[in-house]
Structures are given as C-alpha cells and as structure tokens.
C-alpha cells in the first residue's frame, strides 16, 4: 500500500513523502525506517487543562 501511495504522490509531482509517530511507538517507528524514511526530528508536545 505504500509503495502505491508513493507512486501516485509522484504522478501528482510530490517529490517528498512524510509522515509520523509518536515518541515511544516503536512498532511504527521500525516500519518507517524499513520503508527508507529517515528521522529528522523528535518534539514533546504539552497541553494544560483551564
């Protein structure tokens, strides 16, 4: 399936192709990087209640 999705963003002109997970997703962290993704950052992100 995302060989497909890759293609078609071709045909459309994309020339990147991204996506993400969170921090301590290891499974999908994995699958990326088997796909040839390559890390190119790490955020926290922080939310408070009012």
Wanted: aromatic content about 12%; some cysteine.
């Amino acid at each position: 399936m995302l060989e497909a999705c890759q293609e078609w963003a071709k045909e459309q002109g994309c020339t990147e192709f991204a996506s993400d997970c969170g921090l301590v997703n290891e499974g999908s962290l994995k699958f990326y990087l088997k796909m040839a993704f390559e890390e190119t950052n790490r955020i926290i992100c922080f939310t408070k209640k009012l």
